[in-house]
């Protein structure tokens, strides 16, 4: 890992895939990750961990499906939200948005569980940032 500092926008700067996470930093067991995102993930579950999202720029929208029924979170840029482990959820944003995620190191990107994932989603435990 790097032991400079990281310019968020830089290394956003590196890739343009979608859907697709770099891990900026390793914390401890944890990967700080970054990614672009556009259109919509796929349902998913985290059985073990908790994921923390953090949008960096534009707008994420996180549907989520839970015990008292199906809601939706909306998060402008500079918002943090956290999905509880086991909370089926899925991410979207229609006008596209960068977002920061901390999570497990070898966290599946799709989760423990999930629908079947579609071509414009990397189902990855991070890419090393380049």
């Given at each position: 890992m790097n032991e400079n500092p990281i310019?968020?926008?830089?290394?956003?700067?590196?890739?343009?895939?979608l859907w697709s996470p770099r891990i900026l930093a390793r914390v401890n067991d944890y990967d700080v990750r970054v990614a672009k995102?556009?259109?919509?993930?796929?349902?998913?579950?985290?059985?073990?961990t908790d994921e923390f999202f953090l949008v960096l720029s534009g707008e994420l929208t996180i549907a989520l499906r839970e015990a008292a029924g199906e809601r939706v979170v909306t998060l402008p840029a500079g918002s943090v939200y956290v999905v509880a482990r086991g909370v089926e959820h899925k991410p979207s944003s229609a006008d596209g948005a960068s977002i920061l995620m901390f999570e497990p190191t070898g966290t599946l990107s799709v989760g423990d569980r999930h629908d079947e994932v579609p071509g414009h989603v990397d189902a990855t435990t991070g890419h090393d940032l380049t």
């Open positions: 310019d968020i926008d830089s290394a956003l700067a590196t890739f343009s895939e995102v556009a259109g919509e993930h796929v349902w998913h579950a985290h059985d073990h």
